[in-house]
Nanobody, 116 residues
């Protein structure tokens, strides 16, 4: 099994930056792609960014502002967020695609609040 634990959320002003971290443990060898989702109050969860060994993908709403990265040696996933906007306020969840069945695993989430 794979366990994911996020950290780094908090309160930040508009235009500020935060870096989220996600620590993976357990059967990390079985992880394929990883990513970040978010869920704002009253809204559906949405994909923010994802990363494989060869590519990254971003939601249009965060392109140019957020950067996803993965440290394979440390079993860590990161999301660098810049130029934050109030609409970025949400609980951010780390996720992993687990082989061979492509099961998805999520962490418990970390809250990001952007104040204007």
């Amino acid at each position: 099994q794979v366990q994911l634990v996020e950290s780094g959320g908090g309160l930040v002003q508009v235009g500020g930056s935060l870096r989220l971290s996600c620590a993976a443990s357990g059967s990390v060898f079985s992880i394929n792609a990883m990513g970040w989702d978010r869920q704002a109050p009253g809204k559906q969860r949405e994909l923010v960014a994802s990363i494989t060994s060869s590519s990254t993908n971003y939601a249009d709403s965060v392109k140019g502002r957020f950067t996803i990265s993965r440290d394979y040696a440390k079993n860590m996933l990161y999301l660098q967020m810049r130029s934050l906007k109030p609409e970025d306020t949400a609980v951010y969840y780390c996720n992993a695609d687990i082989s061979p069945a492509h099961l998805e695993v999520w962490g418990q989430g970390t809250l990001v609040t952007v104040s204007s």
